[in-house]
């Protein structure tokens, strides 16, 4: 049978009562109920030397994967059929529904920041394309290429929120076209995610396809 | 913001918000040994102490973003980790391997300066913890192991004083009971 401690016994244990202050009748029980707390173990514990090194591997590679994420979900497909022939009332629907789309893509949390990218909504005869910068410092961004003769003032990108994602969706033609970012009006930036090109002037362009079914970077 | 080991818990959560993901090794090695001695007599092991210390810091960075304040991320960590110890021991209940009261790593060593008796002493109330329940064992460590009072307790824990006092008193009994061949 087991036998609790008296309640005035748990109060010095408590600290809130002196072993003096206990009842003479109680001290030799409260006695024995400070050895048994005075037989705790207050070393410190130190952990390995190592485990620094690898908290911060998995962090890195979860950090890595959870840019990845945010890449694909960038960078998935998201297909917008326009059908050109179709009666002016439902080509409006169709617009409404493909500018809801884009809407969303834009108002999408980026939970991480990701590099810069495109994804496309495919077309019969031109392709939505979707642009995107991770550039938190910039003041502006616009995208310049073939497509727009390079005119700096042709495609501002649109800031996503505070993620430090930029982007902008262009209608482009089937074919194949230059294209880079250009930020504050005076940095040229080819996109992170694409495969470069030299200009022949000093410069790194990168390089989109176009086709009926989407576009990618070459 | 001043150097990286200067830099307050805020600053540094920020700026690892912000992308700078190596920041992050300032919280790791700020807080790594804080409650590792509270996690080792949780789980009853110091391996086990650790794993719960290396995945709760592994957490806390995957959920960095619902860190509401970061100048308390000290405590949002002790949340972390004690969620960790509780579902560890659960699992182990789960698969029937409770804590392992045999475990050395965390029972007192024998010292050189104490006698016989109470290094004994010491390792009975070492296994004596690992029957209470979960509740019990965690006041009882923090109170008379991390030498926290009971406010601080339920500021860490968020549980009333009052209850803390009557998981304590209800472990004060059970480890009298087991602990009567030492006493």
């Known amino acids: ?218 | 913001m001043g150097l990286a080991g200067d830099a307050t818990d805020s600053e540094v959560v920020r700026a690892v918000l912000g992308g700078e993901v190596e920041r992050y090794a300032v919280l790791v090695h700020r807080y790594r040994d804080r409650y590792a001695r509270y996690a080792a007599r949780m789980l009853g092991s110091l391996d086990a102490g650790e794993d719960a210390v290396q995945d709760a810091l592994v957490r806390a960075f995957d959920r960095l973003a619902d860190c509401r304040e970061p100048d308390k991320f000290a405590g949002w960590l002790f949340l972390i980790l004690r969620n960790r110890c509780y579902a560890e021991r659960r699992r182990r209940q789960r698969e029937g391997r409770p804590l392992d009261e045999r475990d050395d790593a965390v029972a007192a060593a024998d010292r050189p300066d104490g006698t016989f008796e109470q290094t004994e002493r010491m390792r009975a109330l070492e296994r004596s913890l690992t029957h209470l329940t979960p509740e019990q064992r965690e006041v009882f460590v923090l109170k008379h192991i991390e030498g926290l009072a009971y406010d601080e307790i339920a500021g860490r824990t968020g549980a009333t004083v009052a209850s803390l006092k009557m998981r304590m008193h209800r472990a004060y009994d059970r480890l009298r009971d087991l602990m009567k061949e030492h006493l």
């Open chain 1, 1 to 218: 049978m087991s036998l609790g401690y008296h309640p005035l016994v748990k109060q010095l244990l408590d600290g809130e009562l002196s072993l003096a202050e206990l009842p003479p009748e109680l001290r030799a029980e409260g006695a024995e109920a400070l050895r048994l707390v005075g037989a705790v173990d207050r070393t410190p514990v130190v952990l390995s030397p190592a485990l620094d090194d690898r908290v911060m591997a998995v962090v890195r590679r979860h950090a890595a994967s959870r840019t990845r994420r945010a890449w694909h979900w960038v960078t998935a497909p998201r297909d917008v059929e326009l059908r050109l022939r179709l009666r002016p009332l439902v080509w409006a629907g169709a617009l409404a529904i493909a500018a809801g789309v884009a809407l969303l893509l834009l108002r999408a949390p980026a939970v991480t920041p990701v590099p810069a990218s495109l994804v496309r909504s495919g077309a019969r005869d031109s392709v939505f394309v979707r642009f995107v910068l991770y550039a938190p410092g910039a003041r502006h961004v616009a995208l310049a290429g073939t497509f727009n003769q390079w005119d700096l003032n042709a495609a501002p990108l649109a800031r996503a929120g505070s993620s430090g994602v930029w982007t902008t969706t262009l209608a482009l033609p089937v074919g194949q076209h230059q294209y880079a970012f250009v930020v504050d009006g005076e940095r040229w930036v080819a996109d992170p995610a694409a495969p470069a090109i030299d200009d022949g002037f000093g410069r790194r362009n990168s390089m989109v396809a176009v086709t009926i079914r989407g576009a990618r970077t070459l």
